[in-house]
């Protein structure tokens, strides 16, 4: 099946810094990816809608501002967390369908972010 | 919006017993289901989904059914295993041609003992 790939797995940062997430399709093209953050034990809850070519929609509740997110070419979205902060610390994942296709997300391996 | 709500949040079988897992959605309009296994700290992978002009889907070990009409969905693994033992999330959306939001149920934490 179709892979996602992101970029990094884990990664700690000090509070007031910016972490980049990557997410890639690795063997298809992804007009539309979403992005999503899990807390522990808990449900993954959608914060964004990336769009190639075009700025990203956000759920409500969700700060662009403060999650940027960039889909500069058909394989590839970014999620910023700007001045991140300890509450900030969750699992993002993010999970594309196959352009034109209507069913199946790919899911990615999701990227731990913990923010000290 | 959507709201998806699924029970039980916890299910404990014994190895070779089957196990059940059901959502209810809110949205008419839904008609995609799918259902995703989550094991620690990786992303949800996708093991069975349904549309709605079915009432019912099987895969080897696994089933789901559909209700419209009641706008529930449950989904069925048979002959458990410990290698089963992880959290499922069902999930519901419509379908809009070139991608849809998933709106997930709570999650269901499942262990399979031997």
């Known amino acids: 099946g179709a892979v996602v790939s992101q970029h990094p797995s884990w990664v700690i940062c000090k509070s007031g810094t910016s972490v980049k997430i990557e997410c890639r399709s690795l063997?298809?093209?992804?007009?539309?990816m979403f992005w999503y953050r899990q807390f522990p034990k808990q449900s993954l809850m959608l914060m964004a809608t990336?769009?190639?070519?075009?700025?990203?929609?956000?759920e409500q509740g969700v700060e662009k501002d403060k999650f940027l997110i960039n889909h500069a070419s058909l394989t590839l979205s970014t999620l910023t967390v700007t001045s991140a902060h300890p509450e900030d610390s969750s699992f993002y994942i993010c999970?594309?369908?196959?352009?034109?296709?209507?069913?199946?997300?790919?899911f990615g391996e999701g990227s731990r972010l913990t923010v000290l | 919006g959507e709201n998806v709500e699924q029970h039980p949040s916890t299910l404990s079988v014994q190895e070779g017993d089957s196990a059940v897992i059901k959502c209810t959605y809110s949205?008419?309009?839904?008609?995609?289901f799918p259902w995703y296994k989550q094991e620690l700290g990786k992303g949800p992978q996708l093991i069975i989904d349904?549309?709605?002009?079915?009432g019912e889907k099987k895969d080897q070990r696994i089933a789901v059914t559909l209700n419209k009409t009641a706008k529930h969905f449950s989904l069925h693994i048979t002959e458990t295993q410990p290698e089963d033992s992880a959290v499922y999330f069902c999930?519901?959306?419509?379908?809009?041609?070139?991608?849809?939001?998933?709106?997930f149920g709570t999650g269901t934490q499942l262990k399979v003992e031997l």
């Open positions: 349904i549309r709605s002009n079915v």
């Open positions: 999930a519901a959306s419509i379908l809009t041609g070139g991608g849809n939001k998933l709106t």
């Open positions: 990336s769009n190639e070519g075009s700025k990203a929609t956000y």
């Open positions: 999970s594309a369908p196959i352009a034109g296709w209507d069913g199946e997300l790919f």
């Open positions: 949205d008419s309009a839904s008609n995609y």
């Open positions: 063997d298809f093209q992804a007009t539309t």
